[in-house]
């Protein structure tokens, strides 16, 4: 990997996401070699990937460059490798582009969309967990109605302009919110000469509330907003199958759809080497302690959605959301700092700041550590967030700009279908 020999400790992370780039900004001038690898040369602001599906951002307005991350460090690399297994016996990875040795060892790989081991579902559904599948997404939304014209059957047509969410968490949420809207606000204009008034949009969630991890009463009103906004909700609905057309679940309701959307469960996205059955606790995370050390590895560590530090507060570990990733990557940074320096480690200690969803314009529930809110002000204070951890200068500004614009001109410019999504349209005639 042509990576020079040094005098201090390698330590090095896998995955520039959260939990990644968080420790590698603690590592900043310390007396260590940092490398860190990613399959993508990116970060990825997960939060915002609906509004790319959605049209209402650029893929670039939530992406930032991984090397611009180690700009003006000291002895840090990059490199654009997928890590393929670990080797912890010989302290080496084996990755895309050769093996690599370490002296410290970060897992920070995040988590991929979990469809329960259905491979019906995996084939034919649309998962939102990265931009190129946001672009598809986007491009399938678009290219579903530009098809819609083109038919004069009607369970077609309707099949064409129905959307199933399946998932009711934050992003199925969210995303439901924002595909309402552009029902609303936009097809009537881009689409005259079809009755985008059959548009439906279905949120189905196996549960009886949605956002479980919420309050009541952040369910209850996230509820309200999307009736308000036309979106069918479908409570204690278990789908069970998707053959890329219909819809089953476990009662007798289907549902005939060209686009079903899966944003029902993520789980660990694991490496061979430490995926062993007793280092990996439910959800496909590994276990850690609370150094975030992986259990009988004193030298490998796993932060973020990978990891699962299990504790009387968190017997199912942390929430696998952006805060617990960063805070455990700023924790670790100091421990390998004292770990070199043959200090004690400080146990972490997750401060929980909340959680929040929107469901569209002016509408959104807050639940804060102290306070619940609802509404306007939510809204204002969702976007306040977006904006403060969004990486980069320059995205938040076109960030902030976008949104300003969408809420004056009631748009989503974005509605380009750049890459084609080859669905094959013939075999959901059939
Ligand atoms: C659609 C969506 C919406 C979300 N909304 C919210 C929200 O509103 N609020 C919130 O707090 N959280 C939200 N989350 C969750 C949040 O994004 C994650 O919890 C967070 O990204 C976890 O950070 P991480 O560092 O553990 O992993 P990630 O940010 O996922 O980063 C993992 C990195 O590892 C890389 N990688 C993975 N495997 C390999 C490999 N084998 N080799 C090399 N590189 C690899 C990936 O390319 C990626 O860059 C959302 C997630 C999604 C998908």
Same mark, same amino acid.
């Given at each position: ?11 090095? &992370? @896998? ?5 990644? @780039?968080?420790?590698?900004? *603690?590592?900043? *001038? ?5 490398? %860190? ?22 893929? $670039?307005? @939530? ?20 890590? #393929? ?17 370490? $002296?410290? %060892? ?24 990265? =931009? ?19 038919? $004069? ?32 606000? &936009? ?16 949120? @189905? ?6 956002? $479980? ?28 199958? +998707? ?7 476990? #009662? ?38 609370? +150094? ?23 017997? *199912? ?8 990733? =960063? ?18 480690? *400080? ?43 969004? =990486? ?24 380009? =279908? ?6 094959? +349209? ?5």
């Amino acid at each position: 990997m042509n990576i020079p020999r040094s005098n201090y400790p390698r330590i090095v &992370i @896998i995955g520039g996401g959260f939990g990644g @780039i968080s420790l590698a900004e *603690k590592l900043r *001038k310390q007396e260590v070699q940092v490398v %860190l690898l990613d399959k993508n040369n990116y970060h990825t602001f997960q939060p915002l990937l609906y509004q790319v599906s959605t049209g209402g951002l650029e893929p $670039d307005s @939530i992406a930032y460059p991984l090397r611009k991350v180690l700009n003006g460090y000291k002895n840090a690399f990059f490199r654009l490798a997928e890590v #393929t297994e670990i080797m912890p016996e010989k302290r080496m990875l084996q990755t895309s582009i050769g093996e690599l040795s370490y $002296d410290y %060892l970060v897992i920070a790989t995040g988590s991929e969309t979990n469809f329960f081991g259905n491979d019906e579902l995996e084939k034919h559904a649309m998962a939102m967990k990265s =931009i190129p599948q946001s672009l598809n997404l986007r491009s399938l939304i678009l290219e579903n109605f530009e098809q819609a014209l083109l038919t $004069d059957e009607y369970h077609e047509r309707n099949a064409l302009m129905n959307f199933v969410i399946v998932g009711g968490g934050p992003t199925g949420v969210e995303l439901a919110g924002a595909l309402a809207e552009i029902k609303k606000g &936009i097809l009537p204009k881009d689409y005259p000469d079809l009755d985008t008034r059959r548009a439906q949009i279905n949120i @189905i969630q196996a549960r009886d509330h949605l956002l $479980d991890a919420m309050s009541e009463k952040a369910s209850k009103k996230a509820e309200d907003f999307l009736e308000e906004l036309g979106v069918q909700v479908w409570k204690n609905v278990r789908v069970t199958s +998707y053959d890329g057309k219909t819809v089953r679940t476990k #009662t007798d309701l289907t549902f005939e759809t060209a686009t079903l959307i899966w944003a029902a469960g993520v789980k660990g996205a694991t490496i061979k080497g430490i995926d062993a059955k007793e280092l990996i606790a439910e959800g496909n995370r590994i276990k850690v302690d609370e +150094y975030n050390r992986v259990i009988d590895h004193p030298e490998i560590f796993a932060i973020g959605d990978i990891a699962c530090m299990q504790s009387e507060e968190a017997p *199912k570990g942390h929430p696998m959301m952006a805060q617990p990733a =960063i805070q455990q990557g700023r924790n670790l940074g100091e421990n390998l700092i004292r770990l070199v320096n043959e200090k004690p480690l *400080k146990p972490f200690v997750y401060k929980d700041k909340g959680s929040m969803a929107t469901v569209g314009r002016n509408k959104a529930v807050c639940d804060l550590k102290n306070i619940r809110f609802q509404g306007v002000f939510a809204w204002f204070v969702w976007m306040f967030v977006h904006l403060f951890y969004l =990486i980069g200068f320059k995205n938040r500004v076109v960030v902030f700009i976008n949104w300003v614009y969408n809420y004056i001109r009631f748009d989503r410019e974005a509605r380009l =279908i750049i890459r084609p999504y080859k669905r094959d +349209y013939h075999q959901f005639k059939d």
